[in-house]
T-cell receptor, first 113, second 115 residues
Framework: EAGVVQSPRYKIIEKKQPVAFWCNPISGHNTLYWYLQNLGQGPELLIRYENEEAVDDSQLPKDRFSAERLKGVDSTLKIQPAELGDSAVYLC???????????FGPGTRLTVT | AQKVTQAQTEISVVEKEDVTLDCVYETRDTTYYLFWYKQPPSGELVFLIRRNSFDEQNEISGRYSWNFQKSTSSFNFTITASQVVDSAVYFC????????????FGKGTHLIIQP
């Protein structure tokens, strides 16, 4: 069974530029999460989807961040415009349903210069 | 509010030694789930175990064992006869049974196994 797929793995952009990350969850997993992981820290939740509905986006900085999960499968996380402080690893995870173990993708390492 | 504390920032042991990683959690929920994840240098978080709050039975999986004690709000992880491949950052995480949130992670413990 394929795991969670994320792309790109690495991205370097200049500040004020837009950037987008893509995630394909494990087949059959209805719940999808986006996390942010700063160096030396544990991941922090940005947004959670149940199918195509964003049910918890309280931690998502909505002035510059947006996300979508069309058709309840793949998801895209966007930052526009990026700031220096956005440099981090962006992780996508999926689970059968909430409460079940979450399986993580390899992440996208974003560097904003 | 939920919180997970991993007081050990870094642990270094020699191969074949046993090592225990501590995890203390805080939650007001009566139903919750506890997890351990491993993050090797490659960066991908690997799921190790999930426990619900009603199951305090300790678990053993090969060289790995977990000790869940509700009385002390702890969910400690022991690796027996450590190996170099066990070197990684280990995260303990908590999820509310109410389900609104994702995982609340601790800051992780960097485990170094020296040959």
């Amino acid at each position: 069974e394929a795991g969670v797929v994320q792309s790109p793995r690495y991205k370097i952009i200049e500040k004020k530029q837009p950037v987008a990350f893509w995630c394909n969850p494990i087949s059959g997993h209805n719940t999808l999460y986006w996390y942010l992981q700063n160096l030396g820290q544990g991941p922090e939740l940005l947004i959670r989807y149940e199918n195509e509905e964003a049910v918890d986006d309280s931690q998502l900085p909505k002035d510059r961040f947006s996300a979508e999960r069309l058709k309840g499968v793949d998801s895209t996380l966007k930052i526009q415009p990026a700031e220096l402080g956005d440099s981090a690893v962006y992780l996508c995870a999926s689970s059968k349903a909430q409460g079940y173990e979450q399986y993580f993708g390899p992440g996208t390492r974003l560097t904003v210069t | 509010a939920q919180k997970v504390t991993q007081a050990q920032t870094e642990i270094s042991v020699v191969e074949k030694e046993d090592v225990t990683l501590d995890c203390v959690y805080e939650t007001r929920d009566t139903t919750y789930y506890l997890f351990w994840y491993k993050q090797p240098p490659s960066g991908e978080l690997v799921f190790l175990i999930r426990r619900n709050s009603f199951d305090e039975q300790n678990e053993i999986s090969g060289r790995y064992s977990w000790n869940f004690q509700k009385s002390t709000s702890s969910f400690n992880f022991t690796i027996t006869a450590s190996q170099v491949v066990d070197s990684a950052v280990y995260f303990c995480a908590l999820k509310s049974g109410g389900g609104a949130d994702g995982l609340t992670f601790g800051k992780g413990t960097h485990l170094i196994i020296q040959p």
